[in-house]
């Protein structure tokens, strides 16, 4: 890992074994960007990368060489100083003009990686891990200063980028659009990958050629979404999960937000990413700085899985903080699919007692233990327990469920406040509502206040007070709701198109003071399921609820798609009733529990109603995710087969040393008089010899290059000629292979 600057040619070149990224000081002073992918020697200068002419009808400096912006791939580019693409910033001045000429002012390189206040982002435990590169342009008339974050990380295809605006001028001005990374690359021979769906079909992964003009994936509702995540990737069309150039950019960012892809007429293609531009408008007074989110590129030329495994190994150890980073998750039983809003303290306790028989761990209470919560019409923003239900409040139930030997959850919804509540009949001002308009409601509610300091500590001592009394070691954070009226009647009508980001500093702030104050606390994000499922909430909540769809068939795919940016440790995963409550579908407990334990795997219903046969099951379930959940999730994961592409589905994790791993294969529908089907596995050392066990007890031993290049044979017929049998009949069907390395 090193960071090379020619001073003499304006040269910059970060590099390590996995990647090269190269730019130059452009003889008018602008950044340019010259080369970025697979490591490349460095050099004095790589001018012979800079691309400059004179194109007809181009507007160019005449001064200055008939430089054209238009035809130069640039660093932070903006729109209008001969440049006609869209560009990474923009600033209203106080003469009403939108132009920003910003020219190189000098550069400085810090060992390790700077905080971002305020904001989440990726971070170094060790200076030696990563090196960052500074380099600050300033615009000449107005004062304005753009500082351009570059860190590379030793040993991995990742560069984190962000930038840091400062008013240096006399008077204020407004930020219009400020992207977090602009990269121009020199071709446009690429299919782009977005992650797309809605509630409960989250992160569906969509793939199609680049073709000329603008491509984006984007989120207004306050939130990244269910319905596009703030993650885009670029590939080769020759690129597979296993080989082939690509490109993942994602946003350590949980608000508004733009992915966006444009492609010109020269072939260029421009990509862009950072806080959405749409409603958007800080006012910078003199003196005053604006950090943009962080955004984080991994390149690789070894396929997709790859490109994965290092967004999971980044995520996993150097997003992720605290005592709950790298410590396996407890195994959960959520009471919100067993009871909803029907429940009381006997029948909690008796939930909880069947669960510690099966070998459960943690009891979480959701929705409904507070004020007059009865449903979901009221009581929202009154986080205090219901003496009615809970005699003995949440530290007496705290107390009797830990008695028990498990540990205890709760569930907030620390955002959001029912009309018909006692803090909204308190505080009707705390809400985001445009006044002299009618609000409107979602889920018969509305959405606190978060961009104000004081609604912020409201709720926060309210849930601190909870949890300093109660014996809680994990909280559900829920978010059930996207913004409307977004205005805070706080903030003057020149500050409205701030609300949006305050709102979700805000939000950061929260929890920022919450794990600080209990950091033994495993925090869990949940927005109405994967509505916020981003890299930002991974800095404070290490594990998110993938979708409220529980579904196992549903999830194969849910899971499969989250899995290209996001690992498996971060998805929350539960054996859910059948028939399934969102779709009324019926999968078997096998099923159910074999896709759920990739996650971090719990129960979302009542033990209790289960037959004999059942809770013996769930018994061996768990003592199975007891014994390989560290593999799990921790191990190395790789997509094998996709359930968007065929009737099957699989993956699996390898350890570390590649000594065991575990390969999940689903067959959607069952089929008749099917063909012969092999699944070629990965990760494996070709040259150890390994026993492979099948879950319904048929075993053998392999090579390792034998099951990467011949494969599992997974007919319905037979299994890899390890004891001839015939596979069950009947729809949704899985299959675990357990390996372990021999001596």
């Avoid at 001073?7 to 990224?21: A, I, Q, R, V, W």
């Amino acid at each position: 890992m090193r960071i090379d600057v020619h001073e003499k040619s304006g040269t910059f070149h970060l590099h390590n074994d996995e990647l090269s990224y190269v730019m130059k000081v452009l003889p008018n002073g602008h950044l340019g960007q010259l080369y970025f992918g697979a490591p490349i020697h460095d050099r004095e200068d790589f001018d012979y990368l800079l691309e400059i002419c004179a194109r007809s009808h181009a507007a160019v400096f005449e001064d200055e060489g008939f430089v054209s912006l238009e035809h130069v791939k640039q660093e932070y580019p903006s729109y209008g100083n001969s440049d006609f693409r869209e560009g990474a910033v923009e600033i209203l001045q106080p003469d009403g003009s939108r132009l920003s000429d910003f020219r190189y002012a000098g550069y400085r390189i810090e060992h390790g990686k700077p905080r971002l206040p305020g904001l989440p982002a990726t971070y170094t435990e060790d200076d030696a891990e990563a090196e960052t590169l500074a380099v600050t342009l300033r615009d000449g008339k107005d004062g304005m200063e753009a500082t351009l974050f570059y860190t590379i990380f030793a040993g991995a295809g990742v560069i984190a980028r962000s930038a840091r605006l400062e008013n240096r001028g006399t008077e204020p001005v407004h930020i219009e659009r400020a992207m977090s990374l602009s990269l121009d690359l020199p071709d446009a021979s690429y299919d782009w990958i977005q992650l797309a769906g809605s509630w409960a079909r989250e992160r569906t992964p969509l793939r199609q050629p680049l073709h000329s003009g603008i491509q984006a994936v984007e989120s207004l509702r306050g939130h990244s979404s269910h319905q596009y995540n703030p993650f885009l990737m670029l590939v080769r069309p020759e690129t597979g999960e296993d080989s082939g150039e690509a490109m993942g950019f994602c946003l350590v960012y949980s608000g508004n937000f733009l992915a966006q892809i444009q492609a010109d007429t020269y072939g260029v293609t421009r990509v862009t990413m950072g806080i959405h531009p749409a409603w958007f408008s800080w006012k910078l007074a003199p003196g005053e700085s604006f950090q943009t989110p962080e955004a984080v590129i991994v390149y690789t030329n070894h396929g997709l899985n790859a490109m994965s495994q290092t967004f999971h190994r980044l995520f996993r150890d150097r997003l992720a903080r605290g005592a709950w980073k790298n410590r396996v998750r407890p195994i959960l039983i959520n009471n919100w699919e067993a009871t909803y809003f029907d429940f009381d303290e006997p029948k909690l306790l008796s939930i909880a007692e069947k669960a510690k028989e099966e070998g459960v761990e943690l009891f979480v209470l959701d929705d409904g233990w507070f004020g007059a919560r009865r449903n979901d019409r009221a009581g929202l923003g009154d986080w205090v327990p219901a003496e009615g239900l809970l005699p003995s409040g949440i530290a007496g139930l705290s107390k009797k469920i830990t008695a028990m030997g498990l540990s205890f959850g709760l569930w907030f919804e620390p955002e959001m406040v029912n009309p018909d509540s006692d803090l909204y009949r308190a505080h009707p001002d705390w809400t985001l509502h445009a006044p002299g308009r009618k609000p409107t409601t979602s889920r018969h509610q509305l959405v606190l206040d978060f961009s104000r300091p004081e609604v912020v500590d409201y709720v926060h001592g309210l849930i601190a007070a909870i949890l300093r009394e109660a014996d809680i070691s994990y909280v559900k954070w829920d978010m059930n709701r996207s913004i409307t009226e977004c205005y805070s009647i706080a903030l003057p009508a020149d500050r409205q198109g701030e609300v949006f980001h305050r709102y979700i500093l805000g939000v950061y702030d929260l929890y920022e003071r919450l794990t600080s104050e209990f950091p033994e606390i495993l925090f869990e994000s949940c927005a109405g399921g994967g509505g916020r499922f981003d890299a930002g909430l991974l800095y404070y909540a290490p594990q998110g609820w993938t979708s409220d769809d529980t579904d196992a068939i549903e999830r194969i795919r849910i899971q499969y798609g989250t899995s290209y940016a996001y690992p498996v440790s971060s998805m929350g995963s539960h054996v859910s009733a059948v028939p399934n409550h969102q779709l009324r579908r019926v999968t078997s407990l096998k099923t159910r529990a074999d896709v759920a334990y990739f996650g971090t795997y719990g129960y979302e219903l009542d033990l209790n109603r289960l037959s004999e046969e059942e809770q013996e099951q769930v018994k061996a379930c768990t003592r199975f995710m007891k014994e390989h959940r560290e593999l799990i999730q921790y191990g190395t994961f790789y997509r094998l087969r996709s359930p968007f592409e065929s009737n099957e589905a699989a993956w699996m994790v390898v350890s570390g040393d590649r000594k065991e791993a575990i390969v999940a294969y689903y067959q959607i529908l069952s089929t008749v008089n099917g063909g012969f089907l092999r699944l070629p596995l990965r990760g494996l050392d070709p040259d150890r010899f390994y026993h492979v066990r099948e879950d319904a007890g048929a075993e053998g031993d392999f090579y390792g290059d034998e099951l990467m290049r011949a494969g599992l044979v997974t007919s319905d017929e037979t299994s890899q000629k390890i004891g001839e049998r015939i596979r069950p009949a009947g729809d949704f069907r899985s299959t675990l292979y357990l390996l372990r390395a021999k001596d």
